[in-house]
């Protein structure tokens, strides 16, 4: 009976073992938005002893991230609600495998420091540039602030600006009220920037890690981003403990100073974990008020599009 036992166990350690070897012929690419993930990853230390290879890829916003994504130039990418929305709507190939709960600070509505724009009600008439397109989490505080102050959406002309050039026109003085998020947001308020309306309240402040759907029906590379997912969660628990050193690691990633940065960090996220039921409700109804707008070209099925079985996804 022990030589059998033994004789099992020996055989499940070679079939784990030649999994993990297997994985060693995997390469994920790793879509972020300015930095936000490897920036955390790199101060935490989650990728060590990974048993598959994998590279960033950064961009500005989640428009050209989803396009890269619709490319298949990543596996994985990470964006806020109502973006990932956009994209499986515009026929995207993804799926939702862990949320993000995110800080309703870090995305803002704001205005020159000598504005004479003082409320959300003052904005009337008035063009708002919107980072970073159609369908964006700041096009979503931005109506949703509308209505919070009784103005119609019609009243309110929307440009949509790539980030980083909203941030040189800014700076330049010549957008007069931007909606926006972090490291963005946070860098135009230490430059003068006034705030008229964060997304508390008026967003779900939720945001995903989605996966190609393609990248995910190949078994190996299905485990790999089960592990990246896991490791995320963990990398993010210790930016929330360690504030400090994540800081230094963001404000070298992305050329700020650590006293610039902090503030930003500060309100990055409160946690990565599986996708749970209440997620997938809260969403739908962005899916459901997005689709009334004609934002999104077509509803959502929001369930269609998350696999909560990923997270736990392990060798066996």
Same mark, same amino acid.
């Given at each position: 009976?022990?030589?059998?036992l033994l004789t099992?166990?020996?055989?499940?350690?070679?079939?784990?073992?030649?999994?993990? =070897?297997?994985?060693?012929?995997?390469?994920?690419?790793?879509?972020?938005?300015?930095?936000?993930? /490897?920036?955390?990853?790199?101060?935490?230390?989650?990728?060590?002893?990974?048993?598959?290879?994998? /590279?960033?890829?950064?961009?500005?916003?989640?428009?050209?991230?989803?396009?890269?994504? /619709?490319?298949?130039?990543?596996?994985?990418?990470?964006?806020?609600?109502?973006?990932?929305?956009?994209?499986?709507?515009?026929?995207?190939?993804?799926?939702?495998?862990?949320?993000?709960?995110?800080?309703?600070?870090?995305?803002?509505?704001?205005?020159?420091?000598?504005?004479?724009?003082?409320?959300? /009600?003052?904005?009337?008439?008035?063009?708002?540039?919107?980072?970073?397109?159609?369908?964006?989490?700041? @096009?979503?505080?931005?109506?949703?602030?509308?209505? =919070?102050?009784?103005?119609?959406?019609?009243?309110?002309?929307?440009?949509?600006?790539?980030?980083?050039?909203?941030?040189?026109?800014?700076?330049?003085?010549?957008?007069?009220?931007?909606?926006?998020?972090?490291?963005?947001?946070?860098?135009?308020?230490?430059?003068?920037?006034?705030?008229?309306?964060?997304?508390?309240?008026?967003?779900?402040?939720?945001?995903?890690?989605?996966?190609t759907d393609s990248?995910?029906? !190949?078994?190996?590379?299905?485990?790999?981003?089960? !592990?990246?997912?896991?490791?995320?969660?963990?990398?993010?628990?210790?930016?929330?403990?360690?504030?400090?050193?994540?800081?230094?690691?963001?404000?070298?990633?992305?050329?700020?100073?650590?006293?610039?940065?902090?503030?930003?960090?500060?309100?990055?996220?409160?946690?990565?974990?599986?996708?749970?039921?209440?997620?997938?409700?809260?969403? @739908?109804?962005?899916?459901?008020?997005?689709?009334?707008?004609?934002?999104?070209?077509?509803?959502?099925?929001?369930?269609?599009?998350? !696999?909560?079985?990923?997270?736990?996804?392990?060798?066996?």
């Open positions: 009976m022990y030589k059998s099992a166990l020996l055989l499940c350690v070679s079939v784990t073992a030649s999994a993990a =070897e297997d994985l060693s012929g995997v390469t994920l690419v790793l879509g972020d938005q300015a930095r936000n993930l /490897r920036s955390l990853v790199e101060a935490s230390g989650a990728m060590k002893g990974a048993s598959y290879h994998y /590279r960033w890829a950064n961009f500005q916003g989640a428009a050209p991230l989803f396009e890269a994504q /619709r490319a298949g130039a990543v596996d994985t990418s990470y964006a806020g609600d109502l973006p990932v929305l956009m994209a499986a709507a515009g026929g995207v190939d993804l799926k939702i495998i862990a949320t993000n709960v995110g800080d309703a600070g870090s995305n803002g509505l704001i205005v020159p420091a000598d504005s004479p724009v003082h409320s959300v /009600r003052d904005l009337a008439g008035k063009t708002v540039v919107v980072s970073s397109a159609r369908g964006s989490i700041s @096009q979503h505080l931005l109506y949703g602030a509308l209505q =919070e102050a009784g103005i119609k959406r019609e009243a309110v002309p929307v440009r949509f600006v790539l980030p980083v050039d909203a941030s040189a026109a800014f700076n330049s003085g010549q957008i007069a009220a931007w909606a926006t998020f972090d490291p963005y947001l946070g860098i135009a308020e230490q430059h003068g920037a006034r705030l008229l309306r964060d997304s508390k309240g008026l967003t779900t402040a939720l945001s995903f890690v989605t996966a990248s995910l029906k !190949d078994p190996l590379k299905r485990l790999a981003i089960a !592990d990246f997912a896991r490791r995320l969660a963990k990398a993010r628990a210790w930016g929330i403990a360690h504030p400090d050193d994540y800081n230094q690691v963001y404000a070298a990633l992305t050329r700020l100073s650590p006293q610039a940065s902090a503030p930003i960090t500060a309100r990055i996220s409160h946690g990565i974990r599986p996708v749970s039921a209440e997620d997938i409700k809260k969403v @739908q109804g962005v899916s459901d008020l997005f689709s009334s707008l004609a934002i999104l070209p077509q509803k959502v099925d929001v369930q269609a599009i998350t !696999d909560t079985s990923v997270f736990e996804a392990r060798l066996q």
